[in-house]
């Protein structure tokens, strides 16, 4: 039995590998086992990892590429930690990780969910960026549908019994792909985890070209699927199903237009969808927009 199991999922990213691993061996604490499944890597990861002479380390070579999700699910099942940390190939933790977690946990038992800020470095650019995790807020499952998803990764510690439990686990559907771990948080959330947000910075968050989130617009269309699904077959704190859908899908079309005019200079795009959806939604969609920069300055300004 371990205090900490580590579940790493990887593909075809073996140099990033490398590094995420140093980060895992040089903890200060060790109390840890550490899982690593290797999901159908063809660029010597498989060779690598056969190589590795660690105790605590479990390795699982699959034959195919099914995507993180499996993968993480083969973690979980496999693990004997009481606590699950999750951690992406292309990540890493500073060397304290451990230890500001563990810390955290004793000092506020009767949460089931740990959550730390992360530093976002992009690869190319060297750009920084301090990701912000939470806030925790009273019905949090309602909040994590209204107001979309406030949890990293492999920011993110959960309590293994409550996993088990439950039968909480990532889904491996393909129209959730790259969203998988906010449908988990739903589910953790659904559920009645209690969720705690560490303030310290503890990893870093790397972007480069082979992120599976790069594809926005993908990303943003298994975002609207994901939600599609809990809106309409989860979700029961809304009985007029097609009102809470309209707020949701006023809030994608928000972030779709900001994504068009700042992110993909695809400006026109951005200018039509806008007044399609005001012809469209009219009051409701005004009333979203000022909902949305609302919350997103009251968070900008809870954290100064």
Not at 164 to 173: L, Q
Request: glycine content about 2%.
């Amino acid at each position: 039995m371990f205090y900490f199991s580590i579940i790493i999922p990887t593909y075809n990213d073996l140099i990033n590998l490398k590094k995420c691993l140093r980060s895992v061996y040089r903890q200060d604490f060790l109390d840890y086992e550490l899982i690593i499944v290797n999901d159908g890597s063809t660029d010597g990861t498989y060779e690598f990892l056969n190589s590795l002479n660690k105790e605590n380390v479990s390795v699982y070579n699959l034959k195919e590429n099914n995507g993180p999700a499996h993968a993480r699910n083969i973690g979980i099942k496999n693990s004997r930690g009481a606590w699950v940390c999750f951690l992406d190939s292309d990540d890493f933790w500073i060397k304290s990780k451990l230890k500001i977690t563990l810390k955290n946990i004793k000092l506020n038992e009767n949460y089931d969910v740990y959550c730390h800020n992360q530093i976002r470095k992009e690869k190319l650019t060297r750009k920084i960026k301090k990701l912000y995790t939470g806030p925790y807020k009273t019905k949090f499952y309602n909040n994590l549908i209204l107001e979309g998803n406030c949890l990293i990764t492999s920011a993110t510690v959960v309590r293994n019994e409550f996993l088990i439990k439950n039968s909480v686990f990532f889904r491996t559907d393909k129209k959730y792909y790259s969203v998988e771990d906010y449908d988990f948080w739903l589910n953790l959330a659904f559920n009645d985890a209690k969720f705690f947000f560490i303030k310290d910075f503890l990893g870093f968050y790397y972007i480069h070209k082979n992120n599976i989130t790069t594809n926005i617009m993908k990303h943003k269309k298994n975002y609207l699927s994901l939600l599609y699904n809990h809106v309409f077959k989860i979700q029961k704190f809304e009985l007029n199903k097609f009102k809470l859908w309209k707020k949701i899908y006023c809030k994608y079309l928000i972030e779709i237009i900001i994504i068009n005019l700042f992110y993909i200079d695809n400006f026109k795009k951005g200018v039509l969808l806008f007044f399609c959806a005001l012809k469209k939604f009219k009051l409701l969609f005004i009333l979203n927009i000022f909902h949305y920069f609302i919350v997103k300055f009251k968070n900008l300004f809870n954290r100064i």
